[in-house]
């Protein structure tokens, strides 16, 4: 059963255009929402996180929108540039651990000059 | 600091081989994880460890077993190669098993059973 849903699986974006990314979970346990970025050849990366208490979060171009009532968070990328190209997993974590964490599938974008 | 180190890049094993992908890490952290990637199912997790000498099974545990003797190195073991084994698998440490601790990935090791 897969508690986190991503979409969309691929994403293709223009430059200066904004990409988003978006994910739903079931479970209202969870308290932490991390986005994972990750290039080709590489291992995920830790880009931003968000907790349910916030309703956004902003860090340079990178935004999470998080609506608790709805289950549903986004990754907003802003001015998208071709080095934004890569795969990016949302996930989310119970206070358990790490070991309770769920990812999505994971979306691959693409962003053209 | 190299962070998380894995070894190595690509293999390829026969089925029924056996083999151990090392990781470690020299961020002096106590938790380390095992996760395997497959196209379109993100991330799952094998093995975990909280600290030296203590392992757990994550949610796909089957045809793998791990030891951690130091808190540096975390090998993963394969024993008797299947093809469902195929897949990139990633090394993870954190010092904390919190969400307030970072957890940082190695650079995954890719591997084809066949």
């Known amino acids: 059963q897969q508690q986190v849903k991503q979409s969309p699986q691929s994403l293709i974006v223009q430059k200066g255009g904004i990409s988003i990314i978006n994910c739903a979970y079931e479970?209202?346990?969870?308290?932490?929402f991390p986005w994972y970025q990750q290039f080709p050849g590489k291992g995920p990366a830790l880009l931003i996180a968000?907790?349910?208490?916030?309703s956004e979060k902003k860090e340079g171009r990178f935004t999470i929108s998080f609506n608790k009532s709805a289950k549903q968070f986004s990754l907003h990328i802003m001015d998208s540039q071709p080095g934004d190209s890569a795969t990016y997993f949302c996930a989310a974590f119970l206070s358990g651990g790490y070991q309770k964490v769920t990812f999505g599938i994971g979306t691959k974008l693409q962003v053209i000059p | 600091n190299a962070g998380v180190t894995q070894t190595p890049k690509f293999r390829i094993l026969k089925i029924g081989q056996s083999m151990t992908l090392q990781c470690a890490q020299d961020?002096?952290?106590?938790?380390m994880y095992w996760y395997r990637q497959d196209p379109g199912m993100g991330l799952k997790l094998i093995y975990y460890?909280?600290?030296?000498?203590?392992?757990d099974k994550g949610e796909v545990p089957n045809g793998y077993n791990v030891s951690r003797s130091t808190t540096e190195d975390f090998p993963l073991r394969l024993e008797l190669a299947a093809p469902s084994q195929t897949s990139v698998y990633f090394c993870?440490?954190?010092?904390?098993?919190?969400?307030?601790?970072?957890?940082?990935f190695g650079p995954g090791t890719r591997l084809t059973v066949l």
């Open positions: 460890s909280v600290g030296a000498g203590i392992t």
């Open positions: 961020m002096n952290h106590n938790y």
């Open positions: 968000i907790r349910p208490d916030v």
């Open positions: 479970n209202t346990a969870f308290d932490y």
């Open positions: 993870a440490s954190s010092y904390t098993g919190t969400s307030g601790s970072e957890q940082f």
